[in-house]
C-alpha cells in the first residue's frame, strides 16, 4: 500500500506522518512522490507537508478491512 503526494506549488523539502494520538511514524527526506505505509494498522494520520520554507498539514485514513 503507498499514498502518492503531489505539490503543484513548490518542491516538497520533507513529509513527516503522525498517528492520530501525535506519534511520529514516518519521517521521509527523500522520495516523496510515493509513500509506502504496508506497516501501518487501519486509523486515520496526519501528514506533516514542508515546502519553501512553510509546511501544511494533510488527513490521510488507511483501512485494512
Do not use: Q
Not at 516538497?12 to 511520529?24: A, L, P, Q, V
Not at 486509523?43 to 515546502?51: E, M, P, S, T
Request: hydrophobic fraction near 30%.
Amino acid at each position: 500500500n503507498k499514498i502518492h503526494v503531489v505539490s503543484p506549488s513548490g518542491e516538497i523539502e520533507r513529509i513527516e506522518m503522525y498517528s492520530i494520538d501525535g506519534r511520529k511514524v514516518k519521517d521521509v527526506v527523500s522520495g516523496f512522490n510515493t509513500i509506502y505505509i504496508d506497516e501501518l494498522g487501519s486509523g486515520l494520520y496526519i501528514l506533516k507537508v514542508y515546502k519553501n520554507n512553510e509546511y501544511s498539514y494533510r488527513k490521510i485514513v488507511v483501512d485494512r478491512n
